[in-house]
């Protein structure tokens, strides 16, 4: 029964990493029901060990966060439609379906090149961020702005948001509620950007984006598929700039992440 269990949950989180794509955010709704009929919470405390009980916990809340796409998704809204980023920009902007509406100052849409070939994804504004309503304008998107030069993009090039509009109190992690209602408007802006490859940055961006709990180290050095639509878009994981701030040895690996970005 033990091992049953383990594997259903393994299951479970392997299939996390393909739920890519909002169609298969109901298959896997459904999946998740089912399989809580088997794991109930009783079962779990009189017999399987506090690790199983963990990831349980983590599916539950991954199970909310997904739900919570498949209402957004059957709801159709007008921005959904809209080609155009500033449009898009305009329609949102005034976002309050999370408590970040009301403590931001600013949304922080996007900047840089509608046309981008390349989009950089963050995790969600800081202070310095929330105060000018753009992203990477603080210590850690000077850094960004040099390892940039480095590789011969200018900002104006490409183009750099976050997964998260609005600046989480005290930068603190976004919530999985937060996430699922801000993430869609992200996916709206790769619609309409149509890039050819992401960069990602950070632990936070890619476990999010790649629907993964790996370390940074493991996704490092890869290039993924990352799904939008039938939109398959090349996707490369590097260390956030902000852990560059605080850790220099991470300095090299990024290096050699960036380097073969840009190739
Ligand atoms: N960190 C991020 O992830 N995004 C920003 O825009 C700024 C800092
Ligand atoms: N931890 C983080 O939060 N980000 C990184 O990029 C690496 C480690």
């Given at each position: 029964m033990e091992n049953n269990l383990n594997k259903i949950i393994e299951n479970a989180i392997h299939y996390l990493k393909f739920v890519n794509d909002k169609s298969y955010y109901d298959i896997y709704a459904d999946y998740l029901k089912v399989k809580e009929e088997v794991i109930d919470d009783k079962t779990i405390d009189a017999v399987y060990p506090q690790k199983i009980k963990k990831e349980k916990n983590i599916l539950v809340k991954e199970k909310q966060t997904v739900q919570r796409n498949v209402n957004l998704s059957l709801l159709t809204e007008s921005w959904m439609e809209i080609e155009k980023l500033d449009e898009?920009?305009?329609?949102?902007?005034?976002?309050?379906?999370?408590?970040?509406?009301?403590?931001?100052?600013?949304?922080?849409?996007?900047?840089?090149?509608?046309?981008?070939?390349?989009?950089?994804?963050?995790?969600?504004?800081?202070?310095?961020?929330?105060?000018?309503?753009?992203?990477?304008?603080?210590?850690?998107?000077?850094?960004?702005?040099?390892?940039?030069?480095?590789?011969?993009?200018?900002?104006?090039?490409?183009?750099?948001?976050?997964?998260?509009?609005?600046?989480p109190p005290e930068n603190r992690n976004p919530l999985p509620d937060?996430?699922?209602?801000?993430?869609?408007?992200?996916?709206?802006?790769?619609?309409?950007?149509?890039?050819?490859?992401?960069?990602?940055?950070?632990?936070?961006?890619?476990?999010?984006?790649?629907?993964?709990?790996?370390?940074?180290?493991?996704?490092?050095?890869?290039?993924?598929?990352?799904?939008?639509?039938?939109?398959?878009?090349?996707?490369?994981?590097?260390?956030?700039?902000?852990?560059?701030?605080?850790n220099p040895n991470w300095k090299k690996p990024t290096w050699e992440d960036v380097q073969m970005f840009r190739k």
């Open positions: 898009l920009d305009k329609a949102i902007c005034d976002c309050k379906k999370c408590s970040l509406g009301k403590s931001r100052i600013n949304f922080v849409f996007g900047v840089g090149n509608p046309n981008a070939d390349v989009v950089l994804v963050g995790e969600a504004p800081g202070a310095e961020e929330d105060k000018q309503g753009i992203p990477f304008v603080g210590r850690a998107g000077k850094l960004l702005t040099d390892i940039l030069k480095a590789i011969n993009f200018s900002r104006d090039e490409v183009y750099i948001c976050n997964i998260i509009k609005c600046r937060e996430i699922g209602k801000c993430e869609p408007y992200l996916l709206r802006q790769l619609e309409i950007i149509k890039p050819k490859l992401i960069l990602s940055l950070g632990t936070f961006a890619s476990q999010t984006l790649l629907r993964t709990r790996e370390p940074l180290g493991k996704m490092r050095g890869k290039i993924y598929d990352y799904m939008v639509g039938d939109q398959k878009i090349k996707l490369m994981v590097t260390y956030h700039p902000a852990a560059l701030l605080r």
